[in-house]
């Protein structure tokens, strides 16, 4: 797995976690979010229940 570093900024919020629900709107409403092509040479898994 990797990782990749970002920096933002929001209004001041008086909780933290409301801070980051912002944030986390705001990069999801900007499509500003790193996701993964699916590998098709990776073999899939699947989990069977009972």
Do not use: F, H, N
């Not at 008086?14 to 990069?27: F, G």
């Amino acid at each position: 797995m990797g990782a990749s570093g970002w920096s933002y900024s929001v209004a001041y919020q008086p909780y933290v976690t409301a801070a980051l629900e912002q944030s986390r709107q705001d990069a999801y409403d900007r499509s500003a979010y790193y996701r993964e092509e699916p590998d098709e040479r990776r073999p899939r898994i699947r989990l069977l229940s009972g």
